[in-house]
Structure formats: structure tokens, C-alpha cells
């Protein structure tokens, strides 16, 4: 491919996501957002509705549900999500509060699968959010299993960004804080991502021992105290050890 292609195709996924970030918008705020002419960003936008994955309603562009579609047949091709969906369910059921999924891609966390148990307070999270590695319960029950070197090189691409005051931001302390995690078999992180919430995640490791994910449990601080937190540990724990044997069987 060459270079004027592979601008051509970064241009194309740049529109993309600022329609799915910002919502509809028209070709001349687009253009003025995005420092492109208006025509390339009209070829764009052309080529894209041909695709199916673009749309236009009077005079603004909005991304389809295509991208629904490709996202479902992307996560059920996830031999994890195979084999730990059903372990989901049950932990959302078991502790009452928020469950997901989460897997690493490039070097980030990315929600899988959600469910809410019955006192699940509405997180607005949703299957393809990514968040950072380091701000997260599940992020630092896979950091934990990833190699030393490994995770400098994902600190070194993004930095320990501070996503509320309790975020971890120095190497040293994050590093300590994966040794405890590792130790123990589960991480925890109060207000670290979402202030207010604790929440709890276990990793998931095949045979071989790599991190093929983490399940984890969202509440309020209100309600989770101490006694809970470990009652809820056990649970994620569990279902990550059923889901590491499901994944010998998918």
C-alpha cells in the first residue's frame, strides 16, 4: 500500500470516529473540525456511505449500524467472550452490582460484555469502550500477568494519565501495586477510573498462564466495604477460574 493510500484510509477512520464520537454533523463542520477541505472531506464521506457505514439525513453525515454488526461478529469470534459469558451472568446475578468483560488490545482496556445485576447502578459502560490499562481493576489484573518489560513499553506509548485525583501515576508505585495484585489473584481500585465506585477483577489465564482477560465487579463505595470486597474477590476469582477451563473447550 502506499503512503497516499494509507492517508487515505487514517483520513477515512479520523471522519469516522468523529461522527461516532460527536454525533451528526455537516460537511463544513467537519472540514473546519478536522483542518481538511471540504471537498476531500465530502469524497470521503461519499465513499464511505457506498460502503454502508456512513449515512446522510437532510444535510448531515452519521455512522450506520454497520459497525454494530461488525462489532457483534468480532466479539463472538472471542473465544474469551465464549467462555465466559455464561460466568457473567451468574457473577452479575451472585453479587447484585455491575459485571463486565474486559480484554487488553493495543496495549488498552476494552470492554467485552456487561451485566447488571439487580442493584446495578447504570455505568454507561458499553461492549468496544476502551480506557487506560493502569486506571482500571481489570487493567491492573492483566498488567499484573504481562511481562515487566511489556508494561513499560504501554507506560512509555501512553503515560499514566490521572483520570480522577486517586489515579495511580507513578511507575514505582504501579509496579508495587502489580506485584500485590499478582500475589493475591485479584485487583482492586476505589475511585481510581469512576469516583465513588470500587471495583474488584480477576484475570483470566489459559493453560499456558498468558492474560487472556479479567472479569470484573463494579459498586458504589457506599456498600462495598471491607467484608464485601473479599466476598466479591472470590466471586470474580471463580468465575475466572471456570472461565480459564471453558477456553480449553471452545
Same mark, same amino acid.
Not at 500500500?1 to 469516522?16: G, P
Not at 460502503?51 to 457483534?72: C, Q
Not at 463486565?100 to 442493584?119: C, F, H, K, R, S
Given at each position: 500500500?502506499?503512503?497516499?493510500?494509507? #492517508?487515505?484510509?487514517? %483520513? @477515512? &477512520?479520523?471522519?469516522?470516529d468523529e461522527l461516532a464520537e460527536n454525533g451528526?454533523?455537516? =460537511?463544513?463542520? !467537519? @472540514?473546519? #473540525?478536522?483542518?481538511?477541505? =471540504?471537498?476531500t472531506v465530502h469524497d470521503y464521506l461519499q465513499a464511505l456511505i457506498a460502503?454502508?457505514?456512513?449515512?446522510?439525513?437532510?444535510?448531515?453525515?452519521?455512522?450506520?449500524?454497520? &459497525? !454494530?454488526? +461488525?462489532?457483534?461478529q468480532q466479539r463472538h469470534r472471542l473465544e474469551v467472550f465464549k467462555a465466559a459469558r455464561e460466568e457473567l451472568k451468574t457473577v452479575a446475578e451472585e453479587t447484585g452490582e455491575h459485571a463486565?468483560?474486559?480484554?487488553?488490545?493495543?496495549?488498552? @482496556? +476494552?470492554? +467485552?460484555? +456487561? #451485566?447488571?445485576? $439487580?442493584?446495578a447502578i447504570n455505568l454507561f459502560a458499553y461492549p468496544g469502550a476502551r480506557m487506560p490499562l493502569h486506571a482500571t481493576?481489570?487493567?491492573?489484573?492483566?498488567?499484573?500477568?504481562?511481562?515487566?518489560? #511489556? =508494561?513499560?513499553e504501554i507506560i512509555d506509548r501512553?503515560? !499514566? =494519565?490521572?483520570?480522577? $485525583?486517586r489515579t495511580v501515576t507513578e511507575p514505582d508505585v504501579l509496579f508495587n501495586q502489580l506485584e500485590e495484585v499478582h500475589s493475591k489473584g485479584y485487583a482492586i481500585d476505589v475511585?481510581? %477510573?469512576?469516583?465513588?465506585?470500587? *471495583?474488584i477483577a480477576a484475570p483470566i489465564l489459559d493453560k499456558e498462564d498468558k492474560v487472556?482477560?479479567?472479569? *470484573?465487579? *463494579?459498586? $458504589?463505595?457506599?456498600? !462495598?466495604?471491607?467484608?464485601?470486597?473479599a466476598e466479591i474477590a472470590d466471586v470474580t476469582q471463580r468465575a475466572a477460574n471456570v472461565t480459564q477451563v471453558n477456553l480449553d473447550y471452545v
Open positions: 500500500m502506499t503512503e497516499r493510500s494509507n #492517508q487515505s484510509v487514517r %483520513r @477515512a &477512520f479520523i471522519l469516522v451528526p454533523r455537516g =460537511v463544513s463542520d !467537519l @472540514a473546519n #473540525q478536522l483542518d481538511m477541505p =471540504v471537498s460502503t454502508g457505514y456512513v449515512t446522510k439525513t437532510d444535510s448531515e453525515y452519521k455512522t450506520t449500524t454497520r &459497525f !454494530l454488526e +461488525v462489532g457483534h463486565t468483560l474486559m480484554i487488553e488490545e493495543d496495549d488498552q @482496556a +476494552v470492554i +467485552v460484555a +456487561v #451485566q447488571e445485576g $439487580p442493584e481493576a481489570p487493567g491492573k489484573a492483566m498488567l499484573a500477568h504481562m511481562a515487566r518489560e #511489556q =508494561v513499560t501512553y503515560g !499514566l =494519565v490521572e483520570v480522577t $485525583p475511585g481510581e %477510573r469512576i469516583a465513588g465506585m470500587v *471495583c487472556r482477560g479479567a472479569i *470484573c465487579v *463494579c459498586g $458504589p463505595e457506599s456498600r !462495598l466495604d471491607e467484608d464485601r470486597r
